[in-house]
């Protein structure tokens, strides 16, 4: 199956231009409808409790957070009109990480931003994109916060550990990894396995898989020792030059908490480039 829904989160940040601007090249490098969502606070004057001063706030933010929605939504249609592409804008009220895993579920992508740790936190949860991973039961492909670029998958690295997440994302992924120019399948520490997954030849099978699809690709095998399985696997991409991660994310939800598995929580906090999570 091939990328033909698009979703891209659309806010007020600086991250926000450049990672419509990535949406939009993909849309249109696969002929992709591109769907823009921009996502406003559920905030209303309460007529239960009436205070002039806290309603004439609440209204002026209101106010500020529409203005700056059709201020992105120019942004969005110009980047639509400039590659092409069928774009549509809309905009919904909630929970940002709610409303974006409802509207993901009728995408074959959703493009969100990483949290900026340098942004202060207001009493409205920002949108954490491993829980749209979670809820929406799609794939996400996750900007950073520090610059996104105008296109991605020329070079992959796919973090290989065999495990369910990881091959639901190497098969979500699978229209980007067949049109890139190389893809590195990285599998760290497999000695560590008591029982192997992998096989005998660890990252063979995958390979395989993978050039049956037509996929170019070389296996690479790493150690972690004394490092972070996180720091590895950006280390590699590095040597690779590669612009995209593909791994799955790891984790589940226990009422109001998410448990993430460390080498997701690490590398959605650390990433320097775009990554393409399943779970």
């Known amino acids: 199956m091939g990328i033909k829904n698009l979703l891209v989160i659309v806010d007020s940040s600086e991250a926000s231009d450049s990672r419509v601007e990535l949406a939009a090249s993909l849309a249109a490098e696969h002929a992709a409808h591109l769907v823009g969502l921009y996502i406003l606070p559920l905030l209303e004057p309460d007529p239960s409790r009436p205070d002039p001063l806290i309603d004439k706030i609440v209204t002026a933010y209101i106010r500020e957070d529409q203005e700056l929605a059709r201020a992105a939504r120019l942004r969005f249609d110009a980047a639509s009109d400039r590659d092409g592409i069928k774009g549509e804008w809309r905009t919904a009220g909630g929970f940002a990480s709610e409303e974006a895993a409802i509207h993901a579920r ?49 070079r992959v690295l796919v973090a290989w550990n065999a495990r369910r997440e990881a091959a639901r994302a190497v098969s979500d992924a699978l229209p980007i990894l067949r049109k890139a120019a190389s893809v590195t399948v990285l599998v760290v520490n497999p000695e560590k396995w008591a029982i192997s997954p992998h096989g005998e030849q660890p990252g063979a099978d995958i390979a395989l898989y993978l050039a049956r699809h037509g996929v170019t690709v070389q296996v690479e095998v790493a150690e972690s020792e004394d490092a972070k399985v996180c720091d590895v696997v950006r280390a590699s991409a590095q040597k690779a030059e590669a612009d995209l991660i593909v791994m799955g994310a790891y984790g589940h939800s226990r009422t109001l908490e998410l448990i993430l598995g460390g080498v997701t929580r690490d590398m959605l906090r650390e990433m320097t480039i775009p990554v393409f999570m399943s779970h």
Do not use: H, K, M, W
Request: proline content about 14%.
């Open 106 to 154: 009728y995408a074959d992508l959703t493009i969100v931003g990483q949290i900026n740790p340098n942004v202060r936190r207001t009493v409205i949860p920002p949108l954490v994109p491993e829980e749209v991973a979670f809820s929406a039961g799609r794939p996400i492909l996750v900007t950073p916060f520090s610059g996104t670029p105008n296109r991605v998958g020329s």
